[in-house]
């Protein structure tokens, strides 16, 4: 037997070891993930140095990839780390978390991008949830504040990206995400304005950024003078026309986030056919972990991303919470059989390796040849969120 097909082989065999039915104890289960979980970040909190943030783990060199504050993913180490302390009561990953918060907080200023949502809200908003310290609280606000100063009137929309050769005004998808910040602030203590901003910018992309079978585009690029669409591309995905598997479960996400927020019908019917697109989709797999690209046709040389399954997950795991029988029932189960699955050895590290990082087999960007089948602090993020809201809302007592 060649190499690959007995590596395929075992990965099928992996596969079927963790396929979900009625006998699957889900409670022992996830929390089996999250004992692990403490544990493997205990790993990696020893690795990391004071003045970075973990972003990936090259296991070829054996090596720990960081980054600086201002990279866009700074802000799920210390979120994951609140999540873990919320779980555990473990004293020391809340104090690593404190550590890394000391550094991260004059990112409330940066304006480089739109990305303050992920470094800010995830970190900090966890932060402020769990403690209620009103210092936590001041930076989310200004960091709202200054997410405000990219919206650009004329487009209805908040930039992503700077101007450049590539992209006059780009408007990402994944911008979305950041519309948390703006909405939670508003409603605790923040200006009126940060809400307005957030729904005029989701209106927006709903026009512009959707087909009409619900996927979404990558980037928008639009002119300034005329508020119009100039271009519509990609930036990570396979093609201008294709769906980018991570860019997909952004929108879902954000959209039933939106309606948390504001109890708008049109956001819970975008997010419900957000979700009808992702889960019928005939190139999802049967694990329901999406190749990196939803219009790249699958097979065992194609990348999976598991990060856009993880945050599928925990975005169904919500949307479920605004839904009633046999479409909960529906989105629900493709939860459930996305956490069983990354719960297997096809896609969770062993215990120790992998740098400390929880899952394997996600994908930053095939286009730019950049972080293709490696760990990535945003999957392991929202894979143990997803462990959190499955076992709050749905596991009994």
Request: glycine share 6%.
């Amino acid at each position: 037997m060649n190499q690959k097909l007995l590596v395929v082989c075992l990965c099928f065999s992996q596969l079927l070891q963790a396929q979900p039915d009625a006998q699957t104890d889900l409670r022992k289960v996830i929390d089996n993930d999250l004992k692990f979980a403490v544990q493997q970040y205990h790993v990696l909190m020893n690795t990391v140095p004071a003045d970075s943030m973990p972003r990936t783990y090259n296991a070829a060199a054996d090596r720990l990839v960081t980054s600086n504050l201002e990279w866009w993913t700074s802000g799920f180490y210390p979120g994951t780390l609140w999540y873990l302390y919320e779980f555990s009561g473990d004293a020391s990953l809340r104090k690593a978390a404190e550590q890394k918060l000391s550094i991260l907080e004059k990112e409330k200023y940066y304006t480089g991008n739109h990305d303050l949502g992920f470094m800010m809200f995830c970190s900090f908003g966890n932060a402020y949830r769990i403690t209620k310290d009103p210092a936590y609280k001041e930076v989310i606000l200004t960091a709202a504040q200054t997410l405000t100063k990219r919206y650009r009137p004329s487009i209805k929309a908040i930039q992503s990206w700077d101007s450049s050769a590539a992209f006059r005004c780009p408007v990402i998808i994944d911008n979305m995400m950041n519309l948390e910040l703006l909405e939670w602030s508003a409603a605790n203590g923040g200006e009126n304005q940060l809400a307005d901003i957030a729904e005029t910018h989701a209106n927006t992309t709903i026009i512009n950024h959707f087909r009409p079978d619900y996927s979404t585009w990558h980037v928008i690029d639009y002119d300034l003078q005329t508020g119009l669409p100039r271009a519509k591309k990609t930036a990570q995905g396979a093609a201008d026309s294709s769906s980018w598997a991570r860019g997909q479960s952004w929108g879902l996400y954000g959209y039933t986030m939106m309606y948390r927020f504001t109890r708008k019908k049109s956001y819970l019917m975008q997010a419900r056919h957000i979700a009808d697109y992702l889960i019928h989709h005939p190139n999802l797999p049967a694990d329901k972990i999406p190749y990196w690209d939803y219009s790249v046709p699958g097979g065992p040389d194609v990348k999976r991303d598991v990060s856009a399954g993880a945050i599928m997950a925990s975005a169904l795991l919500e949307l479920g919470q605004y839904t009633t029988g046999k479409e909960k029932k529906e989105y629900l189960d493709v939860a459930k059989t996305i956490i069983v699955y990354l719960s297997s050895p096809a896609y969770l590290a062993t215990p120790g390796k992998n740098g400390g990082f929880l899952l394997l087999h996600s994908v930053g960007s095939i286009p730019h040849k950049s972080e293709i089948d490696v760990p990535l602090t945003y999957a392991d993020y929202y894979f143990v969120e997803a462990l959190l809201r499955y076992k709050k809302w749905y596991l009994k007592k």
